[in-house]
């Protein structure tokens, strides 16, 4: 299932350590210093890699891993309802997708296989993460270490049966 045309980007299915690391996920509006993010022109699930890409009209592309994806969702289940409200996603090395589906003609909502579908990856959400991906990656990192956490998932993920 795959619309590659800018209005209608739908899926085919094959840190900062300072006071202010959490602003990252909670302003999504300064990703191109106040100018509106780009709609992606194709959106691509690479199913065997775990791997959303997003191709862009000026020929940028990235590839964003369900995993990361997945522990940066924009839901209130993950974020919270404000600063400190957070909950640190653990265990999510091995997540998929389930779905992909549009939402408007501003977001899409991701389907997790472990069952997390809320949250709306609006086009400028989406090309944050993409250009902020790996100092969110790492501060990702610096939470889990501290917390004494891991990406494992407790038990044996299905998938690898």
Request: hydrophobic content about 30%.
């Amino acid at each position: 299932m795959s619309h590659d045309t800018p209005k209608d980007a739908a899926a085919s299915h094959d840190a900062d350590t300072s006071g202010q690391q959490r602003d990252y996920r909670l302003n999504e509006r300064h990703a191109r210093n106040g100018e509106e993010a780009p709609v992606p022109t194709r959106v691509h699930y690479h199913k065997s890699e775990r791997e959303l890409e997003l191709g862009y009209a000026d020929g940028q592309s990235f590839r964003l891993s369900t995993e990361f994806l997945r522990v940066m969702s924009p839901s209130a289940e993950v974020r919270g309802h404000g600063v400190g409200q957070e909950t640190l996603q653990v265990g999510m090395r091995y997540v998929g997708l389930a779905n992909i589906t549009q939402s408007g003609r501003y977001a899409l909502k991701l389907h997790f296989d472990d069952g997390h579908d809320s949250g709306l990856y609006t086009w400028e959400y989406l090309w944050e993460l993409a250009n902020r991906r790996d100092a969110m990656w790492a501060y990702y990192l610096r939470q889990l270490e501290e917390a004494g956490a891991s990406r494992e998932p407790l038990g044996i993920p299905l998938n690898q049966l």
